[in-house]
């Protein structure tokens, strides 16, 4: 924008202009702003141990809250720098959510035998760790069980996990199959070749 004036004549300014007037100009340069997309929103992460981000920084604007590691829901805000502008003019800052899933942990029960009157050993395998972690480190970590009826008759339990927590990940859970024998046999397999002697009660029916 361009404007001017006369100035200096007489006693006093803004008389009528002539030839021999002095001019005053003064000249505004208004700033050009440069229009910018909106950033991309990343989608699908799921937990890996490692930083990660969702909203990127990107040429013309800045952004907080756009990066994290543990799982979760966030909000990152982007904010346009000097002489930068959002498409439709806005300089204001714009919020955008993202999150970062939860890991997947398998809990298996294998299952296993014991005699009538034994006690299982009942244990889980987890598995599907990520970033090196595993029980002893994982945030929040508590491992899930498995529950077994008392007292264990003979018979089959179909058994799964339950329960467990971790802040990173969720859990699935694989059941197995925990076989009671009855009472006073052996495990099949379990005895080595040998000779036993085998005591029986035999009744003959008949008159002698």
Known sequence: ???????????????????????????????????????????????????????????????????????????????????????????????????????????AYAGEEVAEGGTPALRVDVTGFVGGEGPSTAAGYRAPAVSAPSPLAAGSYELAPSGGAADNYEFAYVGGTLAVRPGGLPRPGSLAPGTYAVTANLAMPGQY
Not at 3 to 23: C, L
Not at 67 to 90: F, I, L
């Open 1 to 107: 924008m361009l404007f001017h004036a006369a100035a200096g004549v007489g006693d006093y300014t803004g008389a009528p202009q002539t030839a021999e007037t002095q001019i005053a100009y003064l000249m505004v340069v208004e700033p050009s702003t440069q229009k910018i997309a909106e950033p991309s929103v990343a989608r699908g992460l799921v937990y890996n141990g490692r930083e990660q981000v969702g909203v990127p920084a990107g040429e013309g604007y800045e952004v907080s809250g756009g990066a994290a590691a543990a799982a979760g829901d966030y909000e990152a805000t982007a904010t346009p720098r000097d002489g930068y502008a959002w498409a439709d003019g806005s300089v204001a800052p714009r919020a955008y959510s993202w999150s970062i899933a939860r890991a997947p942990l398998t809990a």
